[in-house]
């Protein structure tokens, strides 16, 4: 049935050398954990982007609950974790996702350092790389402040601190991100979930599609 | 003429390009300067704010003193309480606001046992002298701000919030 159905699509739009472009590829032996099990150290870019894939699923249904809006968001990510079917899980899937991430980008980043993979042909891929590490960090900081709590509110009045240290522009960074001169309030709130849910995920994708566009036409570097 | 005469397809390529240009740029224009909006808007502000405070009972030392505004932000208004660190100085009434230089905690007078004429900040052990003065060494990197501040019939009033300007 399923043969037949791909076989009626593939008649039509010749859809299998597509497929063969995105999926056959040829896996070196010295990236295969089956192979020698030390080359598990090459798997972290994959478990990133299998982390991320499940933040953003995740991240898609936490917005059927959330509101960012400073009189209901606390209540509305406290319905969703205590009143809501398996809430505690996805908010859960999502609050350790994102350091999981975090931890993952950084291990691949040191594999690809200490295998040398960054140097000539794959230069540009390092700096998409770090152009990736650094929109994980402001995911991890934007959504850091959305459940609305003290914690919260306190951890970004502090990264926003941070960010108007900046020489000559840091008081523009600041109340472009605060969305005003001195409070952080609702207009923080609306912002930041902007940026965590639109701006920086359009990012990511765009950066990602480049990574692996890269990845694939330079092929896995060599073996040490 | 001149001789670098402009091809039929050069033409179409800078017509395309000019009007490709101009859309995008109607299309960006009003959404940049939406997401811009609260670094361009003009802040009221400057009104004064009385407070509990008596001028009279002030002295040399700095006392904290609360009051409560009204605080607009943007679609949401509520009332707001905050604190200055208020002294005189011969005749002369200062407040200073307690928000720490380094990264935006609250500091407090004396808030060090070790360094009682000081303002200590909890959060990273920095330390202000009594105008306001960061002490080197510290995290500060430079004096906490100063409140306008007025004497209204014996009661202490606070304005908008400076750059110090006690510190030279």
Known sequence: MLNKLYDWVDERLDITPIWRDIADHEVPEHVNPAHHFSAFVYCFGGLTFFITVIQILSGMFLTMYYVPDIENAWQSVYYLQNEVAFGEIVRGMHHWGSSLVVVMIFLHTLRVFFTGSYKKPRELNWIVGVLLFGVILGLSFTGYLLPWDMKALFATKVGIEIAASVPVIGGAIKVLLAGDSTILGAQTLTRFFAIHVFFLPAALLGLLGAHFIMIRRQGISGPL | ?168
């Open chain 2, 1 to 168: 003429m001149s001789n670098n005469r402009v091809s039929r397809r050069q033409f179409l390529g800078y017509t395309l390009t000019g009007v490709g240009g101009f859309m995008a740029a109607g299309m960006l224009m009003p959404m940049v300067r939406f997401a811009v909006d609260p670094l361009l808007q003009e802040k009221a502000g400057g009104d004064f704010i009385l407070t509990d405070q008596k001028v009279a009972d002030l002295s040399e030392e700095p006392v904290r003193v609360d009051f409560a505004f009204e605080q607009v932000d943007a679609w949401y208004t509520s009332e707001v309480t905050s604190s200055a660190w208020v002294y005189k100085e011969g005749d002369k009434l200062i407040a200073l606001s307690p928000v720490c230089k380094h990264l935006g905690c609250t500091v407090n007078w004396g808030g060090d046992p070790e360094h009682p004429t000081q303002f200590f900040c909890p959060c990273h052990a920095g330390r202000y002298e009594k105008n306001g003065k960061n002490i080197a060494g510290t995290p500060p990197l430079g004096p906490l701000d100063e409140f306008a501040i007025e004497d209204r019939d014996g009661l202490v009033a606070l304005g908008a919030v400076k750059a110090n300007t006690l510190v030279k």
